[in-house]
């Protein structure tokens, strides 16, 4: 099977800082992967780049094997039109720490405005898929309200639907649940484990080690910007190879 | 003070008082509009625009802040025409207002986008929106509502500073007031009169202001 994500050699420097330092990842349809690692070791930052919200400075990223974000003209690397590159960032969907729903629109709203105004459709029919999306995070019954209106959680699973009504390749997902209060955490991890059942490709960073275990299909430990381990969850939570996973799983208290 | 002698200028002369705040109303509203337009314009050209673009948006700001708007209303009337340009007076007002009004709007609309805050336009473009969309759909309808307070201060600074067209013979409300007094002498009645009327204008606006704050709100 073609793979739907395809990272080689992938660098990015925050001016003198290099935070991913060659970084290689391939992902099948329908694998769920999670990104652990400490603080810094550049998870948000890799998820940045697939959706082209970070320029990168080297290596490759293929998603459902188009290149996005640069090509090669006469040697040299260059950027994509903004144009285009708006197209790459529509090929993946992701989900934010801190939701960022558009406070001036409705949960219907956030959700059909990329419908509309990126695939162009039209208003009914936008507004069909955005229904269908809300039903199934559950929140179809408060698709009228804004999101000043909505609890954490809610607009989290808004935020889910606005991405994922977009159809699509690859969803990322960004400490999802970071933001939460404890008791809200469930409820959007129930939405993403219910994706995962239905086949979805993903991609997501998180600090719920349970929930990485549970889920995940693979599991890709980062430390300063390179995946130091990966693998198998169970081999990966049971027997980490390395002295830093294990102290890692450690401190964040998985048994 | 007497008030029947004040009743009596007051029907005589109304007529020409309405004129004048008809004048007043209109070449704010003009310089209001103008500035509103350029000043957006200059406030996204600081925002986004590349290094040469802004450092020249700055330097108009500074100027034009740093400027009385006096001065600016007797160097648009005599430089401006210098120019080759014909201008009437009031043309002459309008653009020194418009040019005032537009530094504060700018100020303003720089200052709307800023409290914007990142997540929104990466949330749009993360669903695949351009930079025009982003900024029509997500971004300006944020701005509009954050900056619409501080827009109709400005507003209000423009209709008073409006006043300022008499030193170049604009016939509007003050100078309008100027030509009756030196006619009746009744100089405390007719300047608290308008006095009263700018009050009214202003007191409309920031009515209308919130009106509109209301109804953005969500
Ligand atoms: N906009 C930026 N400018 C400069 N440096 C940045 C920027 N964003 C991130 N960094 C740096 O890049 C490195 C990786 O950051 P990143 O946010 O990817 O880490 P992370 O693994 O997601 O951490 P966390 O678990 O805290 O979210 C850090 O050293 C960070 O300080
Ligand atoms: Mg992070």
Redesign the interface.
């Known amino acids: 099977m073609n793979s739907i994500l395809e990272i080689s050699g992938l660098r990015k420097s925050y001016g003198p800082l290099e935070v991913i330092k060659g970084v290689d990842l391939a992902m099948k349809p329908g694998e769920v992967v999670s990104i652990i690692g400490s603080s810094g070791s550049g998870k948000t930052t890799l998820l940045r780049c697939i959706?082209?919200?970070e320029e990168f400075q080297g290596g490759d990223i293929r998603i459902d094997g188009q290149l996005i974000g640069y090509k090669t003209s006469n040697g040299k690397r260059v950027a994509l039109p903004?144009?285009e590159r708006?197209?790459n960032?529509?090929l993946?969907?992701?989900a934010?720490q801190?939701f960022?729903?558009?406070?001036?629109m409705t949960a219907l709203g956030n959700v059909t405005?990329?419908l509309r105004?990126?695939?162009g459709m039209a208003k009914d029919e936008a507004v069909a898929v955005a229904e269908k999306w809300l039903e199934r995070v559950g929140m179809s019954q408060r698709k009228n309200h804004?999101p000043?209106q909505l609890s954490g959680g809610q607009q989290q699973r808004v935020?889910i639907a606005?991405?994922i009504a977009?159809n699509p390749k690859l969803m990322l997902f960004d400490e999802v649940t970071s933001a939460l209060d404890p008791e809200l955490v469930n409820e959007v991890l129930n939405v993403i484990q219910d994706l995962a059942n239905d086949g979805m490709t993903m991609l997501l960073v998180t600090h719920e080690m349970r929930f990485a275990y549970q889920v995940s299909s693979k599991v890709i430990f980062m430390e300063h910007g390179v995946i130091a381990e990966e693998g198998d969850p169970k081999e990966m939570f049971h027997n980490p190879k390395s002295q830093r996973l294990a102290e890692f799983l450690g401190k964040s208290k998985f048994q | 003070m007497d008030l029947s002698a004040f009743f009596v200028e007051l029907a005589n002369v109304w007529p020409r008082l309405l004129q004048g705040s008809i004048a007043t109303v209109t070449v704010s509203f003009q310089a209001i509009a103008y500035g509103s337009v350029f000043g957006s314009l200059l406030g996204l050209m600081i925002f986004y625009g590349r290094m040469p673009a802004r450092i020249c948006g700055w330097i108009y700001l500074d100027f034009i802040r740093g400027t009385p708007v006096l001065v600016l209303m007797l160097a648009s009337f005599y430089i401006v025409p210098l120019a080759g340009l014909g201008l009437s007076a009031t043309g002459a007002g309008i653009l020194a207002l418009s040019a005032f009004c537009s530094a504060h709007v700018a100020e303003v609309f720089r200052g709307g986008l800023a409290a914007v805050p990142p997540g929104q336009a990466e949330a749009a473009k993360s669903v695949g929106l351009t930079f025009p969309k982003i900024l029509f759909y997500v971004l300006l309808p944020q701005v509009l509502r954050q900056a619409l307070p501080a827009w109709i201060n400005a507003a209000v600074e423009i209709v008073k500073a409006s006043s300022l067209l008499a030193v170049i013979s604009v016939p509007e409300l003050l100078l309008t007031t100027q030509q009756i007094v030196s006619r009746n002498f009744m100089n405390a009645e007719f300047y608290l009169v308008c006095g009263l009327i700018y009050f009214a204008i202003n007191l409309t606006l920031s009515k209308f202001g919130k009106l509109v704050e209301k109804r953005l709100a969500f």
């Open positions: 959706n082209l919200l903004e144009r708006a197209k960032r529509a993946t969907g992701m934010f801190q960022n729903l558009f406070p001036h405005l990329g105004k990126t695939r804004y000043i935020a606005r991405a977009m």
